[in-house]
Every structure is written in structure tokens, then in C-alpha cells.
């Protein structure tokens, strides 16, 4: 038994302080030489458990470096990224593939579906993958919550784009993660689409006590967090309670980057 | 245009790379084949040549015909006093008699057995001849012989050793000197035995008989006005041909057997071609669909469609003109690979150095260009249409769907294909199941991407049961119907070839075995180890096994060439006597003792065929007297025929009135009342040992002998279809490497959810073996499908009953298989090596 799949098995004691990922000064930079970018510059950030966290910050600040450095989807330079227990840094590229798939969700901009499968097999994907199958009594809650009761046996090229997203968060959550990654999951809907998806992931943590981090460049869209980190230059600058849209404005503007700059 | 055509293609050449090996590998077969049947060619052109060098004239016994299925027909003896007129005549400078046939060479008491022949020749000086001495002297009286130095230098034989030499009759023999042929050790694949006229003589059996004799002109005098004034004071009994023309007619009888390789050759490269052409059509293709945004661009910047086609062409101008080139070159080296086979499987090929003529280059790098514009053309025709609005499509274009008229087209020619091979077998049609078997495989071609998907569908279902990388494999294998199909219909195709060589040895095999088991009822049968096509036993082996008392029968079997209104046939002789005591000949009509009336026996059959009934007169054109009538005394059943080899049968007194061979092809025995067939071998055994080509074999040996030599053959082509086999599994690895660029979003995706990289490569490794599975499915009902209708049609010369054999095409699915997994593996890494991050950053 590796020592991850350990400690899939025995859950963390409730007494360990209610974290649910941590990134650590984390430094990384793509390319070399003159072409060397510093995405990451000394990055520290600490998710709490069952919040919902936005991460906001002007293009190119590193939100979606940092994002996949907390997922292990990449590795680092330096620093130390958790997942609850789990030193990312210290596990193998299997480990941290089992991992994903065990404690972690993920939702990107676009292109989150495998077109030859139906949306109810694309939700469960991470569990078949693992060789289980999902909780019924679960999966219809899902479904119901996501309202795609009809839409399960259709290939992603049937659906809507916002009924992609949704099978996309569905499949996110399926197996109940300890922690849902959202990479810009609006950026590519419409408005309304866009609110509804955003309510879904709030009542999410509010109801389940989901823990999500959501990257967006989308004031209104960070309103639905509970916190907002901002991001400048590769490092956490600010952070700020309780967002409304106005006082994300505010803070974004004081990140001395003028407003149309920002964004994916 | 073109600058940006070479640029596309240097960009794509990873792209590009196995398209571009498909296509050299294709042209390397074509190249090696004509290079091989050239080489040999000029090797045999060469080797008559030099032997008969320093000759003006030959002159022989008149014969109908020269030679026939590349067997020289022997003449009869020259009387001795033709000599005498020969020398006599004015114009001669000198002529000499020679005595020469095919013998056999034993050093130590072990039979020497070279490929080709052992030539037991009369010594001659230049310049009757190409053989100058290397060591000792030329040999003298009775009891001298020289051999080439070759073959003393590969056998270990000395000046002074004692070596066995038998013809019609056996000699010891002292080794007095060695030979060299021109400037070389001795000829290619054959044996040189070289002793004086009068042992020579002796050795034949000629008594004072010579088989030529070789005439020298008088420098002032014309050597074709002394040709005609030898024909004519010779008469009609005689033929004097020159130098040259007795050169190129042994040549040509000896070139024979190349020309029919050469078509083997020729054949199974152009399958290798053909499945080469699948693989071009597919990657350019797939290559152009993943451009098509690019090529849209292009449009819209204002290049016309026939600009789009023209560079698509070049590109494969480009791929097809270097491969070829590449390919040419190693063709060359293939030659000598392909040298190797075909000796393996029994051919007498000589060994020398390569003959490359310019025909060669120029063929095999038109085929390979022509194969590689012509596969490109239709990808190169949609890639002319794409509009330019789609270079703003935002998602891929979905993969085509097969079109109302190509289904049409498809079922009509299956349609018309499966009746036309079911007529053309049922009535025995071989040229129809070859019209019906085009029209089968035409229709598979445009069926393929209706029927693949589907059978990708069935024959992917345990895959369902791998979980998911087994049902993502079997969804991307039916999501791409053109794709799957050229695929897989490539590695079909190889397979049904090889299969359909599978049933068709299996069950020739089976009917010769059976029909001999059951005809044949000699208790031994002694035959000639080298497999002449005539035969090669001295009628001293017969007549000592006869005078053995542990044999109570020792029939003796000959064959012989005739011509058959022009085409070249086959007869048997046998003995009426005593044949009925070793071969159960069943007859139809009239009575096998009839034939000792100089008659012919036919196969039932043929009689049918040729509406000739008992009693009616078959011309046939024997080789020592031309056309005679021989009455038809008998008919035999299908089988018999086929167990005595031939459909035509006549008593061996008939055979020596009309023909000079004097070789048995096989002595059947039978033992006398309480013999023990071991006891019996052993004193004859004994009895022939001098003449180390006999070999005693049981029935089952004998039938096990026959079916060796079927294998040889049908091994040989099997063989070498492996290559068009191994050209269409680089096409499972090509495509899937193409499709996984297609798929770095889809592949990125699954790994960021959770697939781990073992999961991932046994995805693809699936979506390998499963088209390796479709065209096994496709590919051995096929070839079953196609062998049986074969059979069908062939069974007018042989009723021939389909015998599968299972073990050996379980073996070709099982190899087919594991193949498509290998083929997977560089596709399956590539792919396990995809950056995650790359993956879903691709926008
Ligand atoms: N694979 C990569 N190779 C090179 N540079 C990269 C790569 N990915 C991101 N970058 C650079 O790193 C910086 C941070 O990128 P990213 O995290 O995507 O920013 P954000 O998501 O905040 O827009 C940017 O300057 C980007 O150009
Ligand atoms: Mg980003």
C-alpha cells in the first residue's frame, strides 16, 4: 500500500485544523534564458475547508499556474504545495494522478468533455476511471441539482454550452472531492448561463460544504465567493472577505492595472 | 506555391516519416525482385555463354521441341560414323564428339548434392571450351576425372583422391586434375565431372554414341555458310545450330523457372503497393484534415482550389520521389534477402554479383511515385474544396459519413461480386473467380467505411468489459469511419492473401496426399533425393531392386514433356504389368494392359473435357519423332491421375520408342510374401548404394515428401506477403500516431480526471489491436471466402475438397494480434508522454 493510498483510506481526524490545500512560497518559471517567464513568484495561499475561494488577478498574473500547482497537475520549481496531508511535491507523477482522481474536481474554461461519451458517463469518468461506480442516491442528487435529468444520455455535442458546464461541475463533484478547481467555468457562457452555474457552485459550499477555488477575472463572478485572493506578478497581494462585485472593483483597481487589462 | 509546398512538407515530416517508409519499403520489393530475376538472368546468359565459348557449331539429333517447363529435352545418341562425316566435311577446321548428361558425385562415400546439377561431361581443351586446368593434367583412359575446383575446394578433395562417379552406371574414378571455368573456380550451383570421351561414353551408356558434337570453321569460312552445308549434307535427322543459339536456347530452358518467380516477385510486391497506397490515402488524409483550418486561410488569402490541389500533389510528389529513391536503393540489398528465400524454398538461383539495368530504376521509382500521386489524389481533391469560411469555424469539422451512392455502389458490387465468384466456382470457371474476386475485393474497399466502424463495434465489445480506456479505445475506433476502414482493409487485405495461400496449400496438400495414399500400394518407393522434374534414377536401380529376393515387384515410373496442340504437357510411363501390383489404378473404361499397344491412357475428366472418347486418337508431339496419333486405350478416375501426377499414362515400351531420357522419376516396390519392409530396406539400401541420389522412402514418406514441396512453395509466398503485412501495420501505427496530435485536448483532459499513464497507453494500445482485430475478422473470412471459390474453379483440373487449417490461421490471427499491439506501442508512448498542462492549455 503506497503511502497515498494510505492515506485515502484513513480519513484525517476531525481535530486537524480545517485545511483543505496549502501552497507554500511556491516559485515556478516556464522557458529559459531570455525567454524565461517567472510565473510563480513566492506564491503562498492557504484554502480553507468549505469555502468557496475566488482567485483574481490581471492576465498573465499566474492564476492559472497557481491553480494547476495546487492540483498537481504541474510540478514547481520551489515551495511546497498540500492537499490536505499530502506533500504534492513529494509524490510521484502516478501518485499524483491517483490523487486527482480521488480528492480532487476540476473545471476548465472549455473543452471539459470526452465527445464519445454520454453526459451521465462523463460525469462519472473519474470513477470509472478508478474502477468504482458512483453512489446512486448521489448521482441523482447531482443530476436533480444540476437539472439534467433529461439531457444524461446525450453526447456533449447534443448540449448547450451551459449544459456542458454543468455536466462538467458534475462530473467535478461526483466523487465528492475534497476540493473542486475551477479554471474560468464562465468565461465561456452567457450571463445567464454564467449566474446559474455560479449559484450552483455557492449552494454547493453552502449546502454540502463543498471547498472550491475558482479562478475568474469577472468581478460578479467572484461576488459568489467567500473570499477572493488576489493575485499580481506571480504572488498573493490582497485578499478580501465577503466580496461584492463593487469592492472587488476597488481592489482590483488599486492592483494598479487598468481595468481592461484584465482578464483571462 | 512550391516553396510553400517544400516547406509543408519538411514541417510535416515527422508527419510524413512512415508514409515515406511505406513507400520505400513498397519499392525496395519491386526493386529486389526485378534486380534478383535480372541477376539470374544474366548469370545463367553468362555461364552458357562462356561454356560454349570457343564453338562455331553444334551439332545434335533433330527434336521436336528445345525445351519445356525449363527441362532441356534430351536428344537421342549420334550414331559414330557422323563424327567421321562431320570432320570430313569441307569448311571443317575440327570437330569433337562429346559425350554429356546429368550424373552424380559421391567424395567418401557421401552423395554431393549442389543445387543445380552435376554435370558428367567430356574433357575438352580451349578453345572447344571455357576450362582451363588449375592443378594436375587432363584426363586420360578409363579410371582419370577432373572436377572444378569449387567443388574440391568445398568437399576437401585432393590431387590423387578417389571419388564415385554414376550415370546409367558407377565408376571409381582417380581425381587427376582441377578445373576453372573462364576466370572463375567452376559454375554456379552445379558440380563439374569431367572425364574422357570413352569413359564418358561408358558412364552414359552411350555405347559408341555421342550426345554432340562440337565443330570449330575453317577462319575463311563463314559459319553460317557451313551450317547450311552441314544441315544439308547431315539430312533432316540432325539439327546444327550455332554457338550462340545452343547457348541461348540452354539459357532459356534454365531462365525458365526465373520468369515465374519474377512474376511471383512482381505479384506480391504490388500487393505490397497496393496496401502501401492505403497507407499514403490515409495519412495525407488525416494529415490534410488537421489542416484543413490552415488550408481554409490560404483560400481566403486568395489561393484557388486547383493552387490548394497542385500543392497537395507536390507534397506527395516529394514523398513519393525520395521514397522511391530510398526504396531503389535498398531494393539492391534486398535482393540478395530475397536471393536467400527463394533458394530456402527450394530454387536453384546462381550466386554472383547484382545486375542493376536502368529498367530497374526507372520502374520501381515510377511505381513509387505514381502509387503515392494517385493515393494522394482524392485527399488532395476534398482538401481543393474546403471553403475559405472554414478556416472561422471554431470546432473541428465532424468526420465525413459514408454517402448515400457509395453504399449503393458498395452492396451492387458485393452483390455482383459474391454471385459471380459462387457461378464461377460451382462451374469451374477459374477466370471467372478472378473477375469475381475483384469485384469482392473492389466492393470491401467501398464498403469499408460502412462496414468497419460496425464490426469495430461487435468485435470491440470484451473491450467494453477493460472499463473505461477500453471503451474510449472502441469509441475512437468507430468515431472515424474512413480512417478505421483504410486501416484496417490495408492489414485485411495481407491477411486475406495470407490466408487464402493458407487453404489453398492446406487443401492441395490433402488431395495429392490423399489421392497417393489411397492409389498407391507399394510397400517402399525409391526415388531421386534432388526432385528432378523428369526424375533422376538410373534404370540400374529398377533392375537391381527387381533381382532382390526380398522384392517380389519393381515398377518403374518416368515422365515425360509433349506439346499439347502448341502449350506444354506432362505424361507418365509406367510398367502394365507390374504397376496393377503396386498402385490401386482405377479405371472408367477400356483396361491399363491395353497400353502395351503403344495407346494412351486418359484421365476421366479430361475426356469429358475434350470430348474424346476410347478408341478415339489424341495427337500429341513427342519430342524425338514430333506429331504421332496415339489411340486412347483406357480411362482412368480423377484420382488415380492425380496420384500418378499426370492425366495423361503410357507403357514405358511406348516412352522409349519416343523419347531419349533414360531416368526413372521413382521405382515402386513391392515385397515378397512375408518380407519385413525394415529387412527390405536395409538390403536395398545395400543393393544401390552406389548411387547416392536414391533414396527409399515408405508410402507415408513418399506422400510426406509431396507435401514438402507444396509447403516450400506456398511458404515462400507467405513469406513474403509478411511484408505487405508489416507495410499495413505501420499504417495502424501512423494513423494512431496522427490521431493522438488529433487528440492532445481529449488525451489532457482524461489525465487531468484521473487517467494514469498506464490506463492511457492500454487505451491506445486497444484502439491498435482492435483494428488489427477487424482486419483479422475481415481478412481471413475473405481469404476463406476466396480460397474456397478458387478451389471451386480449379477443381476442373483436380476436384479439390476446402480443407482449413485451423491451427495455422489460428496462428495468423493470434501473430496479426500481437502485431496490431507492437504496432501500438511507439503510439501508446508517444502519447503517455503528452505534458498534461499542454493539453488542456491547446485552445
Ligand atoms: N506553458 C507555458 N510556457 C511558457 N509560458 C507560460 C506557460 N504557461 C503560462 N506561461 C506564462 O506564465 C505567465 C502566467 O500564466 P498564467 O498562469 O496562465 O496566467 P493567468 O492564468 O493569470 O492569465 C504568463 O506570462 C504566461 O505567458
Ligand atoms: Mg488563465
Redesign the interface.
Known amino acids: 500500500m503506497t503511502t497515498l493510498e494510505h492515506a485515502l483510506l484513513s480519513p484525517a481526524p476531525e481535530a486537524t485544523p480545517q485545511i483543505a490545500a496549502r501552497a507554500i512560497d511556491v516559485m515556478k518559471t516556464y522557458g529559459s534564458g531570455d525567454a524565461a517567464v517567472r510565473a510563480l513568484d513566492g506564491a503562498s495561499v492557504t484554502i480553507p475547508a468549505g469555502q468557496f475561494t475566488a482567485v483574481m488577478g490581471p492576465s498573465g498574473s499566474g492564476k492559472s499556474t497557481l491553480v494547476h500547482a495546487l492540483a498537481g497537475l504541474d510540478t514547481i520549481d520551489s515551495g511546497r504545495v498540500f492537499v490536505g496531508d499530502a506533500d504534492l511535491t513529494a509524490l510521484s507523477e502516478r501518485d499524483r494522478t491517483l490523487l486527482r482522481r480521488e480528492r480532487l474536481g476540476f473545471v476548465f474554461q472549455a473543452f471539459n468533455l470526452i465527445p464519445s461519451l454520454t453526459a451521465a458517463e462523463n460525469i462519472a469518468l473519474p470513477l470509472t476511471l478508478a474502477g468504482r461506480r458512483p453512489d446512486p442516491a448521489w448521482l441523482a442528487e447531482l443530476v436533480d441539482m444540476l437539472g439534467l435529468q433529461n439531457r444524461l444520455g446525450h453526447r456533449p455535442s447534443e448540449l448547450s454550452g451551459g449544459q456542458q458546464q454543468r455536466v462538467a461541475v458534475g462530473r467535478a463533484l461526483i466523487a465528492r472531492p475534497d476540493l473542486v478547481f475551477a479554471d474560468e467555468p464562465t468565461g465561456n457562457l452567457d450571463s445567464r448561463h454564467g449566474a446559474a452555474l455560479l449559484s450552483f457552485l455557492r449552494d454547493a459550499t453552502r449546502t454540502l460544504g463543498q471547498t472550491i477555488v475558482m479562478v475568474t477575472h469577472d468581478p460578479v463572478a467572484a461576488s459568489y465567493a467567500d473570499r477572493v485572493v488576489f493575485l499580481a506578478d506571480g504572488r498573493i497581494v490582497d485578499e478580501l472577505p465577503a466580496p461584492t462585485p463593487e469592492a472587488v472593483l476597488t481592489r482590483m483597481a488599486r492592483l494598479d492595472v487598468p481595468a481592461q487589462m484584465v482578464g483571462a | 506555391m512550391w516553396r510553400l509546398t517544400v516547406s509543408n512538407a519538411l514541417a510535416h515530416r515527422s508527419r510524413l516519416a512512415l508514409t515515406w517508409l511505406a513507400v520505400a519499403l513498397g519499392v525496395a520489393f519491386v526493386a529486389g525482385s526485378l534486380v534478383l530475376t535480372d541477376t539470374s538472368s544474366q548469370l545463367l546468359d553468362n555461364q552458357f555463354r562462356t561454356a560454349a565459348a570457343g564453338v562455331d557449331l553444334t551439332v545434335r539429333t533433330a527434336a521436336a521441341f528445345n525445351s519445356a517447363m525449363g527441362v532441356e529435352v534430351q536428344r537421342a545418341p549420334l550414331p559414330a560414323d557422323v563424327v567421321g562425316r562431320v570432320a570430313d566435311t569441307p569448311g571443317v577446321d575440327r570437330a569433337r564428339p562429346i559425350a554429356s548428361g546429368a550424373g552424380q558425385l559421391q567424395v567418401r562415400g557421401r552423395a554431393v548434392l549442389p543445387a543445380g546439377p552435376t554435370i558428367l561431361g567430356t574433357w575438352a581443351d580451349a578453345p572447344f571450351t571455357a576450362y582451363r586446368l588449375r592443378a594436375g593434367h587432363a584426363p586420360h583412359g578409363p579410371d582419370q576425372v577432373v572436377l572444378d575446383a569449387a567443388t574440391a575446394r568445398e568437399h576437401a578433395v585432393r590431387l590423387g583422391d578417389t571419388v564415385t562417379v554414376s550415370a546409367t552406371t558407377s565408376k571409381q574414378l582417380r581425381v587427376v586434375g582441377l578445373t576453372g571455368v573462364g576466370d572463375r573456380d567452376g559454375l554456379p550451383n552445379s558440380n563439374l565431372v569431367l572425364v574422357d570421351l570413352a569413359c564418358a561414353q561408358t558412364l552414359l551408356g552411350l555405347g559408341p554414341g555421342v550426345t554432340s558434337i562440337d565443330v570449330i570453321a575453317d577462319p575463311d569460312v563463314a559459319v553460317a555458310d557451313l551450317r547450311t552445308r552441314l544441315a544439308t549434307s547431315l539430312g533432316s535427322g540432325y539439327a546444327v545450330t550455332t554457338g550462340q543459339d545452343t547457348a541461348a536456347a540452354s539459357a532459356a530452358a534454365a531462365k525458365q523457372s526465373i520468369s515465374y518467380l519474377r512474376i511471383v516477385l512482381l505479384a506480391l510486391s504490388a500487393a505490397g503497393l497496393l496496401v502501401g497506397a492505403f497507407l499514403i490515402a490515409n495519412t495525407f488524409a488525416i494529415v490534410l484534415t488537421q489542416r484543413s483550418r490552415e488550408l481554409a486561410l490560404l483560400r481566403a488569402a486568395g489561393a484557388t482550389g486547383r493552387q490548394v490541389f497542385t500543392s497537395v500533389l507536390g507534397e506527395a510528389l516529394l514523398v513519393g520521389v525520395t521514397g522511391a529513391a530510398g526504396g531503389t536503393a535498398a531494393g539492391i540489398g534486398a535482393a540478395y534477402g530475397l536471393r536467400g528465400l527463394a533458394r530456402g524454398a527450394g530454387l536453384a538461383l546462381p550466386d554472383g554479383p547484382l545486375t542493376v539495368n536502368p529498367r530497374t530504376l526507372l520502374v520501381a521509382v515510377a511505381a513509387g511515385t505514381l502509387v503515392t500521386l494517385l493515393a494522394a489524389f482524392g485527399p488532395a481533391r476534398r482538401a481543393a474544396r474546403i471553403a475559405p469560411v472554414e478556416a472561422m469555424r471554431l470546432s473541428d469539422p465532424a468526420p465525413a459519413t459514408a454517402r448515400r451512392g457509395r453504399l449503393i455502389t458498395g452492396w451492387v458490387l458485393l452483390g455482383l461480386g459474391v454471385i459471380q465468384l459462387a457461378a464461377a466456382a460451382a462451374f469451374r470457371d477459374i477466370a471467372g473467380v478472378a473477375i469475381g474476386a475483384v469485384l469482392f475485393l473492389a466492393a470491401l474497399v467501398v464498403l469499408g467505411p460502412v462496414l468497419a466502424p460496425r464490426l469495430a463495434q461487435a468485435v470491440g465489445r470484451p473491450l467494453a468489459r477493460l ?2 480506456p477500453g ?2 479505445a472502441r ?2 475506433t468507430v ?1 472515424n469511419p474512413r480512417r478505421t476502414a483504410a486501416t484496417a482493409m490495408a492489414l485485411a487485405l495481407g491477411l486475406a492473401l495470407i490466408s487464402f495461400v493458407s487453404v489453398l496449400d492446406s487443401s492441395v496438400k490433402a488431395a495429392v496426399g490423399t489421392s497417393y495414399r489411397e492409389a498407391i500400394t507399394a510397400d517402399l518407393i525409391i526415388e531421386s533425393a534432388r526432385n528432378e522434374m523428369l526424375g533422376g534414377l538410373s534404370p540400374e536401380v529398377a533392375h537391381r531392386a527387381a533381382s532382390l529376393p526380398e522384392v517380389a515387384v519393381a515398377s518403374p515410373i518416368r515422365y515425360g514433356h509433349w506439346l499439347d496442340r502448341g502449350m506444354t504437357s506432362a505424361l507418365t510411363a509406367v510398367d502394365p504389368a507390374t504397376l496393377p501390383h503396386v498402385a490401386r489404378v482405377r479405371m472408367t473404361a477400356g483396361s491399363l494392359a491395353a497400353l502395351d499397344g503403344g495407346g494412351v491412357v486418359l484421365a476421366a475428366n479430361v475426356a469429358t473435357e475434350r470430348h474424346l472418347h476410347l478408341g478415339d486418337s489424341l495427337p500429341m508431339t513427342l519430342p524425338r519423332d514430333g506429331q504421332q496419333q496415339l489411340r486412347i486405350v483406357g480411362l482412368m478416375d480423377d484420382a488415380s491421375a492425380r496420384a500418378l501426377s499426370t492425366s495423361y499414362v503410357i507403357s514405358l515400351a511406348t516412352y522409349a520408342a519416343h523419347y531419349n531420357e533414360n531416368v526413372d522419376a521413382s521405382v515402386m516396390v513391392a515385397l515378397a510374401h512375408g518380407v519385413k519392409p525394415q529387412q527390405a530396406r536395409t538390403a536395398l539400401g545395400k543393393a544401390i548404394a552406389d548411387f547416392p541420389n536414391a533414396q527409399i522412402r515408405n508410402q507415408a514418406e513418399a506422400a510426406a515428401g509431396r507435401a514438402a514441396a507444396i509447403d516450400q512453395v506456398f511458404g515462400l509466398i507467405t513469406v513474403l506477403l509478411c511484408f505487405a503485412v508489416l507495410i499495413a501495420l505501420l499504417g495502424i501505427t501512423n494513423t494512431l500516431a496522427l490521431s493522438i496530435v488529433e487528440r492532445t ?2 488525451i489532457g ?11 492511457l497507453r492500454s487505451m491506445i494500445r486497444a484502439e491498435a489491436v482492435l483494428v488489427a482485430a477487424v482486419a483479422v475478422v475481415v481478412g481471413v473470412v475473405v481469404g476463406l471466402g476466396l480460397a474456397a471459390a478458387t478451389l471451386g474453379g480449379l477443381s476442373s483440373d483436380m476436384p479439390l475438397v476446402v480443407r482449413v487449417p485451423v491451427a495455422r490461421l489460428l496462428a495468423v490471427v493470434a501473430a496479426a494480434v500481437l502485431a496490431g499491439l507492437a504496432a501500438g506501442l511507439l503510439p501508446a508512448r508517444r502519447a503517455a508522454r503528452l505534458d ?2 499542454t493539453a ?1 492549455a491547446t ?1
Open positions: 472499463g473505461v471503451r474510449l469509441e475512437s468515431r485536448r481529449e483532459l482524461l489525465r487531468a480526471v484521473g487517467m494514469t499513464r498506464r490506463q498534461v498542462l488542456i485552445h
